[in-house]
């Protein structure tokens, strides 16, 4: 039945596009014309006869059938790859060391616990993971793989869109209690605001004005912190407001620990969550593919992320 569909083909152009974010990018990785793309994606949702991806003229975004879809394509082509090279090279399952550096509150919020289960999964890997706010250098460090979240720099570096988020501003009722609430981005001024010690390639925060346009608030503060879990729990203490990345303290919101402020000039920007490593892509040890593979198939399904996270992308 439907001996003519390529369906590992299929499978590999979706994923290439989720990966990369776009039609566009996706072809010029696939080195196909970005019409022979989309088409090949149209025909799988027709021949599956459901919507995968939502369009729009920026973006895409991926439905709840299309989640599902994009983890079990991954999980069949890492199936289909290690058959192969089991087949052709006899290559065992990987075993060694990956080192891996990454943002210390991502890695507590949404990593640590996908950890055990990579493990199970590839017992003969070693992990070594250090969770620091500093941007390290791969190399000088030693490093496999490192988890980086916001803009990218042109540094040369491979990498792989694991999810997005976005920031929220936020303050215990606490200290909102003893200080009022802000009204306006301006009244910031007013406020304790809680700052990075190290240097941001964003130190501004970000919001809109009246009109929707994009406006940026120096923030200025008693506390400057080197770590963005030391400014969640300060916050949480009551020492100021804090604009951070959703993920963060969504469980915190949720609990009523902290709440949204100035909700209404809220930017919404995504904040990109990507996996770098150094090239050729290629030539990446297996044991390193499989460990990005397991964070973005278990990111992006939103294990251990709320709903909200979710739909951020």
């Known amino acids: 039945m439907l001996r003519d569909v390529n369906r590992s083909g299929e499978m590999e152009v979706f994923v290439a596009v989720v990966e990369a974010g776009s039609f566009s990018e996706a072809s010029r990785r696939l080195d196909m014309s970005p ?4 088409k090949l994606t149209s025909r799988l949702e027709a021949r599956l006869g459901t919507r995968l991806l939502n369009r729009s003229t920026r973006s895409i975004e991926l439905t709840a059938e299309g989640e599902r879809f994009y983890r079990e394509s991954l999980c069949i082509l890492e199936q289909m790859t290690a058959l ?3 087949l052709l090279h006899e ?10 550096n990454m943002n210390l509150p991502f890695g507590l919020q949404c ?17 070594s993971v250090d969770l620091t706010d500093q941007v390290v250098d791969l190399v000088e460090h030693h490093a496999d793989v490192a988890i980086r979240i916001g803009p990218m720099r042109d540094s040369g570096l491979l990498q792989r869109k694991l999810m997005e988020t976005h920031f929220v501003t936020v303050a215990a009722p606490s200290y909102l209690e003893s200080h009022g609430i802000p009204e306006t981005v301006n009244e910031l001024e007013k406020h304790n605001c809680l700052t990075f010690a190290f240097r941001r390639q964003t130190p501004e925060w970000k919001f809109r004005d009246e009109t929707g346009q994009p406006r940026t608030f120096a923030p200025k503060g008693n506390l400057l912190l080197g770590d963005g879990e030391s400014m969640r729990r300060l916050t949480l203490a ?8 959703l993920f963060q303290v969504q469980e915190d919101l949720a609990a009523g620990k902290l709440v949204p402020v100035l909700e209404r000039f809220a930017a919404q920007e ?3 969550v990507h996996a770098v490593f150094m090239g050729p ?3 990446m040890p297996q044991r390193v593919r499989v460990f990005i593979d397991y964070l973005a198939a278990n990111l992006r399904s939103g294990r251990h992320i709320g709903r909200d996270m979710r739909s951020a992308r």
């Open 35 to 38: 019409s022979a793309v989309s």
């Open 84 to 86: 192969e090279d089991g």
């Open 91 to 100: 290559t065992p399952r990987p075993t060694g060391d990956v080192r891996v």
């Open 111 to 127: 990593v640590l616990d996908l950890l055990p289960g990579f493990l199970a999964c590839y017992p003969g890997i070693r992990l």
């Open 238 to 245: 009551g020492a100021g407001i804090a604009q951070l990345s």
């Open 270 to 272: 995504p904040q990109t």
């Open 281 to 283: 892509n290629r030539y």
